[in-house]
Structure formats: C-alpha cells, structure tokens
C-alpha cells in the first residue's frame, strides 16, 4: 500500500517531545535519578530478599499489592517497599497499608535503592514510558496489560528494543500464561497433532460498562495542585483542561484507553499467539461500535469489537467479543470464556476448564484426544514466575518479545476500524501502515 500513512502519521497526536516539554524541570533532575539509580542495581542471589516498588495504586494496583501481601505472608521472599502515585489520597492510603515509601514521582520510586523491581499498573498510555524508564533505572519490570496504548505502536517497538537491550526481565500482566494448558497444548502443535495450523479463534464475552461503574471518582472536588499531578497523568496524550472523570474514569476515553480491544484482548490474544507460534502479522481489519452502552455519552471507546489478523506463516487469527454478553460456550475456560480454539490441517485442539481436546479433522487417520490441564491461571503463580525470573534471569511466561507481537496486532486493529480500511505491517521497515 504504497500511498497509505504510518499510525504515527494519521493520529497527528503529540508526541514523547511534547510530554518532556511539558515536564522540563522534574525531567532534569530525574535524569540524574535514573543515573544513580543504575548504578545502585543490584544482582540478587537466591536467599535476598526482593524489594517491589507499585507504580500506580487505584484498583488494579491496590487488587494485586492486596495479592502480593498475602503471598509475603505465605513465606514470599519480598516486600513492597515503596508505592508511587499521581494522586495523594489513593498513595497515602498504599503506603499506609503496606508500610511502603510513598513517592508523587515515579522517577524518584526508580531511584530508590531499596528498589528491584517494579509493578506498573497505571492507565494504558503512560506503561510504555514508565517501563523505559524503569529497565534503563535497572529494574526489573511486571506491566500490566496492555504494554502500550493503541496509538504508540513506535513506542511499543522502541519500549521492547530498551528491555532487551538493558537485559532486565519484563512480565505482561496477562496472567493467564500461568495457565499450564497453553503450555501442554503448544508441545502438541509443535509435536505436529494438528497439522499445519490454518486458524485460530479467541474472544472475550462479559456484561459490564468497563470503566463507568467499576472506576469509581475517589474525590469529585479535587483539582490538579500538590495532591495530584494532572500533567504527568495526562503524559503524551493531548493536552486537555482537568477533567475528573478522565482522571478516575480514563478507560471511558480514547486518549487513554482502547476499549475491550486493548483491555482485554491481551488475556485471549496472548496464548493463542505462543501457541501457534507465529511471527509479526501481516494485515488486519477490524469492526467495532457502541452497542449497548451507547447512552454512556462520556464512553468514546467501543464495546464490540472483532478482529481478523492474518500472519505470513498463512494462519488466520479472530479475536471477537463484546461487553453486552458474557456467554461464550459450555464449560469454557474462565469466567469470560475466552478460551481459544486452535484449527489445523489434521485436527484442532479446544479446551473446556479441566481438559485439552483433540478433535481430528475430516478424512484424518488420528483419534480423539483428551488431556487434563496440569495447573490453572492463578495470578499468584504468574507473578511468582516474574520474582522466580529476577533472580535466575531467565525469561518469564510472558515475555516481552510476545507482548510486542500481541500489542501490534490489536494496534493494527484499533488503527484498521478507525480508518475504515486494511491495516498492514511493512517488515522491511517494522511499522503499521493503513
């Protein structure tokens, strides 16, 4: 598509340029903070203990710390020493909770010697940044999902070039790679069960307006000033007059959410692309649109949205899914039945919540096949692979290489509906272009 613009070129949004513009002054002294906290990285042996610094702490922050406190009391080898957030009342009350240093500025949570790794769980559109920052901080990195927002596919690459390059280990929060059936059921693919795989099919079905009524307005008369940051949280998003409910409602707006697409998909997306194992897509095209929550007249992002991928290795991936209903199959793997159906040449493999399947196709000479699932997704043991990690450097269940691979598919997604027209990736030149 020789005539078609780069993401980059058709959101005309601003740029990394414009945030450190708008944050001059803490910019400079941070720089010297990420130095000295470099050089304050250390190398952990079997028996230390691992100190985690929160970088954000609204609900899925406060949800996982909540988590972690109960595996430190289980005889985890860990402590949450400090807590980071643009908006004091909610970073009093962490701090509070876990007896954590309290920062307003996660440059200076990075800075913090006591410091190893980190988990970032802010809005969408800041994790890109925060991850740079941290990996070249010389931490080590749990980010929630989704790695990056729709529109910073050129971050989402330069962010996974800085992790593999400072070698430090990262973990997606799709904690459904804990899940021990993508595991068993990628062998059986590489084993050659199915065949050659033709087509995947993977969604995410549930009844809720994510983002109105599960992001409650902490305070409704609060205002930008020394109890919350409304420049750092706006980050490289489009500078906007403060709004409360942008700041505590972000996933209801474009500039900072894309919807189910990029909130969810990362849970469903993510094993069926290790599964089948395929490199970078080639093209996509998505449809999507508010069909149930329509009268929400703040939401901007959709609540149905399918989108079809097709990869070089001439595989076919549909993510489909909606916000208005929450039926998927019988006795399908997780609450949103979102488990993945694998297609090949000689048979597929689908999944209920205790077994694999194997199906022959028509005309093969294989029998049915059933496996039971060794171990279940337990957001405990994912982030137990993440801390086992920092200490052998090996590379976790969801890696960043992975999460580039599924962040630039839904990007070519999002990018494909909102242009109206084919979202394709040019290899030579590793960039979206519709």
Known sequence: MATGKTAHQRTGRSTRRDFITRTAAAGAV????????????????????IGIGF??????????????????????NFEIVAVCDTYRGRLNK?????????????????????????????PDHIHGYQVID??????????????????????TKRMTAEVKKSGRVFQLGS????????????KLIVDGLIGQPIHAECGYFRVGDWGEASMPIDDPNVNPGPDLNWEAFLGDSPKRPFDVSRYFRWRLYEDYSGGQATDLYPHCLTPTLYMLGVGM???????????????????????????????PEKITVVILGTQGNNFFGTDEMGSAGRAPT????????????????????????????????????????????????CRSRKQPNSPVDLAYKVQTALQMGILSWRAGKTARFDKDKETIVV
Request: include cysteine.
């Open 30 to 49: 941070a720089a010297g903070l990420s130095l000295t906290a470099r050089s304050q990285a250390r190398v952990l042996g079997a028996n230390d203990r």
């Open 55 to 76: 970088i954000g702490c609204g609900g899925r922050g406060g949800y996982t710390m909540t988590t972690l406190k109960e595996m430190q009391a289980a005889g985890g």
């Open 94 to 122: 962490a701090a509070k909770a876990h007896k954590a240093k309290a920062y307003m500025d996660h440059r200076e949570l990075l800075a913090d010697a006591n410091v190893d790794a980190v988990g970032i769980t802010t």
């Open 134 to 155: 941290a990996v070249q901080a010389g931490k080590d990195v749990y980010c929630e999902k989704p790695v990056t927002h729709w529109r910073q596919f050129e971050l």
């Open 175 to 186: 904690q459904g790679m804990s899940n021990t059936a993508w595991h068993q059921a990628r």
């Open 281 to 311: 897509p080639a093209s996509a095209v998505s449809s999507a649109g508010k069909y149930r929550y329509f009268e929400c007249k703040e939401r901007e992002v959709p609540d149905t949205s399918n989108l079809l991928v097709d990869y």
């Open 342 to 389: 694998i297609r090949g040449w000689e048979g597929t493999l689908s999944f209920t919540s205790k077994e694999i399947i194997f199906t022959p196709a028509q005309g093969s000479k294989k029998q049915p096949q059933r496996w039971p699932i060794e171990r279940f997704e337990d957001l405990k043991a994912h982030w137990q692979d993440f801390l086992d990690c």
